[in-house]
């Protein structure tokens, strides 16, 4: 009988690790990607500036020189200083000025407040329920500027603002607040672009972070300290738009399901607004609410009726 020879079977191929590494970081077709940040970072130093046309986005402005000023005003009381004077205005750009305090702590809270804040609306341009949740921050944003501004435009502009932030939370499943909020986080943690061509460029009133530092610290030019700082926050800004792209790997479908997950739900017979992903239980201990409690019944019969809340005995049923 003739031998027959027979081959070992051939293991399949391994994946490749870098290949997956590499598609880990790689954008979804559902994710915004490095393009659509630069983008809109043109549009926004385009309207920033240009004569007229920067009215449209005043209370964005606004929103995005307040915060900043608020994290000076923060740090100094911190630090022990006394807030003397605070200027917020979309043409001329915000100011606060300090008694005593931490100069170096109080000047460095600015744009390392601006940083952290539009990196937390970077991450929402990649979760719609994330973009949901800091809609409400943004909503309230929006209109504290206002105790300190009178212009009508921007009162008005402010409204319409408001009124398209609601808007986008029933346009398709809430996609629309996403992009809004993108949109945001550039604004927020590109903010030394902005503050220093205000102050370079423009010939603006209210010096940039950056000449405060140069006067504070004379041995360091006020251009190394911008640069420093432009380097700064263009880093944060890869490492919130690569972490937002690897911790939200989900799709459109997918994305509209966990958000939907903002519904009301009831603890211990109250209806109550639930934040929180299926994942995590929704029912904490909370005494009930009184038999007699009208306003929880009418309310809760007001959300019945929209579909808003789901499988929740009312108080009284």
């Known amino acids: 009988m003739a031998a027959t020879s027979s081959r070992p079977p051939i293991a399949p191929p391994m994946p490749s690790i870098s290949t997956s590494a590499s598609s880990t970081l790689a954008p979804s077709s ?24 920067r009215n449209c986005i005043n209370p964005l402005k606004l929103f995005t020189i307040g915060w900043h000023e608020l994290c000076h005003i923060a740090a100094a009381i911190l630090s022990g200083g006394r807030i003397l004077k605070i200027t917020i205005d979309p043409h001329v750009g915000g100011a606060t000025i300090v008694e005593g305090g931490s100069p170096g702590f109080t000047l460095s ?16 341009g990649w ?14 944003g929006l209109v504290l500027p206002l105790v300190l501004v009178r212009d009508k435009l921007t ?12 808007g986008f939370w029933f346009v398709d499943h809430g996609q629309a607040l996403r992009w809004y909020c993108l949109f945001v986080g550039v604004m ?25 530092f140069s006067i504070l610290y004379p041995s360091i030019g006020a251009h190394i300290w911008a640069t420093f700082w432009i380097l700064f926050q263009l880093g944060f800004l890869a490492g919130f738009a690569i972490l937002g792209i690897y ?56 959300l019945q009726e929209f579909g808003m809340m789901k499988h929740c005995h009312l108080p009284g049923q």
Not at 129 to 139: N, Q
Not at 188 to 212: E, G, M, P, Y
Request: glycine content about 8%; some cysteine.
């Open 30 to 53: 559902d994710q915004p990607g490095g393009r659509v940040i630069i983008a809109m970072a043109v549009i926004i130093f385009g309207f920033w500036n240009v004569p007229v046309v």
């Open 109 to 124: 809270a600015g744009y390392i407040g601006s940083t952290l804040l539009g990196g937390a609306f970077i991450l929402a």
């Open 127 to 140: 979760d719609t329920l994330v973009a949901k949740i800091l809609s409400f921050v943004l909503g309230v």
């Open 155 to 166: 009162i008005v502009l402010t409204i319409l603002y408001e009124g398209l932030l609601i």
């Open 188 to 212: 927020n943690i590109l903010f030394v672009i902005w503050d220093v061509a205000d102050d370079r460029f423009f010939h603006k009133s209210n010096d940039s972070d950056a000449t405060q």
């Open 247 to 302: 911790a939200f790997k989900l799709t459109n479908e997918q994305m509209d399901a966990q958000a939907g997950k903002m519904q009301y739900n009831c603890i211990n017979g109250t209806p109550m607004i639930c934040l929180l992903p299926s994942a995590v239980p929704a029912y904490m201990t909370r005494p009930p609410a009184p038999k007699n409690s009208l306003s929880f019944m009418l309310f809760g019969t007001a």
